[in-house]
């Protein structure tokens, strides 16, 4: 496939805004790579069409992409020949290797057409914005396979790997679709949890029984065992290995030849209350040995067995018997909503900021948000994005401090959904003030505006209708908790959700 046309796709897809058309779009690149009978071209096109190189890092930055040649008049390039080019460009290595680097980057840009070297720099930058993002090329995928798109989003939730994905789906289809299994070792995606006001209403969505779990405010990790070799991801699938030595060290002397368990990492004071959320992120990014605690709530593999598909009680009871009391976050089976309510006050007594309300019967949905597993604090709060910060005044000046707010459309890009400068303490200000000018995209003596990619946890009070803003609502007194570099711009809560809590 010519890389001209991979080029006119992605210009295609950027400049249409309907999901069905983009599917359309990207479904027609991918069975024309798919034609061509080539599994690393498939792979690479499919892997381009989501705006990521197949080989993820190949070494070159943008300071090598700032005198580029003149375009070519004829386009010439072969996805293929593309990915042969990349790939060449990340074996460089030695003595004087930018400059060798330099010169295969030149030479590669100067095949290529102006529409061509436009999509190779969003693509060698990480910056290709056309709203294809990985759950709309999943949609692709299945179009272009005509496989069931369930199937093709289990696959890419087990490995992880869109490009793995697409050359299954569309070589061996829904069959071959169907033998992707977890692999201890490589990180699954987590399930994640819906919202409700109480618990009451949370055992509406799940219904009873139902296993009610403290909610600590720790950092996720999923701990893979295989022998001796442990690792361990976060939330996101950044490998937390070596920052994280004592969980290492608890996980390797469990009873157990292989398995695979999801849970939280707190750091506790002298009680066994929990610190702060800053504390333990702090205490983790500093590779702190002996300062923090494991809390696991589920196991998705054990001993050369995947649990995943199994209902709750029969995942809970084998990490029951494989883990210690210790090692285990409260957890308490209910019928009904009164002992679910005493579960949740236990939880906030304790220090913990809410719980999780799991259905007994659910298997572990990899990636998704359902109704099996609902959260429950005692606040209303919303992961959002900034998108910009107002210069201060008084007191604040020269700090970066009313925040824009954003959540996240499902379909590409962000909303605003207001402002707010409160709950900011004065080390919070300057610390967000260099991060977000490390992130400015413009600027001017009344603010800046910033790459939408710090998330910030944001409590309120309730949502209200709103002409002032795009999405048609606002938060009423948002206030920020913390900022959560553990998660990705990708995670931010959606408008959708935002929506769904319902205004007056």
Do not use: C
């Amino acid at each position: 496939m010519r890389f001209a046309e991979l080029a006119a796709t992605s210009a295609a897809v950027t400049a249409v805004s309907g999901r069905k058309a983009k599917i359309e779009l990207l479904a027609g690149a991918l069975r024309t790579l798919a034609a061509g009978g080539d599994p690393v071209e498939l792979a690479a096109g499919a892997a381009y069409l989501s705006g990521e190189l197949r080989q993820r890092q190949i070494g070159v930055g943008y300071a090598a992409l700032r005198e580029l040649p003149a375009p070519a008049s004829t386009a010439t390039l072969s996805v293929r020949a593309v990915d042969r080019a990349l790939a060449a460009m990340g074996d460089i290595s030695g003595q004087g290797s930018q400059t060798r680097r330099r010169d295969a980057v030149a030479a590669l840009y100067g095949a290529a057409t102006a529409d061509e070297q436009r999509l190779l720099t969003g693509l060698i930058g990480g910056e290709l914005r056309q709203g294809a993002q990985a759950g709309l090329l999943a949609d692709a995928v299945a179009r272009a396979a005509d496989v069931p798109v369930a199937s093709v989003r289990r696959a890419l939730l087990l490995t992880g790997d869109l490009k793995a994905v697409a050359v299954t789906a569309l070589t061996g289809g829904e069959a071959a679709l169907g033998e992707l299994r977890l692999a201890v070792g490589r990180g699954l995606a987590p399930m994640l949890a819906q919202s409700a006001p109480d618990p009451a209403q949370a055992l509406v969505a799940t219904g009873v029984p139902a296993a009610v779990d403290a909610k600590l405010d720790g950092v996720r990790v999923q701990a893979h065992r295989d022998g001796d070799d442990v690792v361990l991801f976060s939330r996101s699938l950044d490998d937390l290995t070596g920052r994280m030595p004592e969980i290492v060290a608890a996980v390797r002397a469990l009873p157990v030849r292989s398995a695979v368990l999801d849970g939280e990492v707190i750091a506790v004071d002298d009680t066994g209350r929990p610190r702060p959320f800053q504390e333990t992120s702090g205490r983790a990014a500093q590779r702190a040995s002996g300062l923090l605690t494991p809390y696991f709530f589920d196991l998705l593999h054990l001993d050369g067995t995947d649990l995943i598909d199994e209902p709750g009680t029969v995942r809970w009871a084998a990490l029951d018997e494989l883990l210690p009391d210790a090692m285990r976050v409260d957890r308490v089976l209910v019928d009904g909503p009164e002992v679910a309510q005493e579960a949740f006050a236990a939880a906030l007594a304790a220090g913990h900021e809410g719980v999780v309300v799991k259905a007994a019967g659910a298997p572990y949905e990899v990636g998704r948000r359902g109704a099996g597993w609902v959260k429950v604090k005692p606040r209303h709060t919303l992961d959002l994005v900034i998108l910009g910060a107002e210069w201060g005044h008084g007191r604040r000046r020269g700090w970066l401090s009313n925040l824009h707010l954003g959540a996240r459309d499902p379909d590409g890009g962000f909303v605003m959904l207001g402002k707010t400068f409160k709950g900011l303490t004065d080390s919070m200000l300057a610390w967000q003030t260099e991060r977000l000018l490390g992130l400015a995209v413009s600027r001017d003596d009344f603010m800046v505006t910033v790459r939408p990619e710090l998330v910030v946890e944001i409590a309120f009070d309730g949502v209200q209708r709103s002409t002032r803003y795009p999405g048609g609502v606002a938060l009423r007194f948002a206030r920020v908790l913390g900022y959560r570099e553990d998660k990705s711009a990708a995670e931010a809560d959606t408008i959708d959700a935002v929506r769904a809590l319902g205004t007056p």
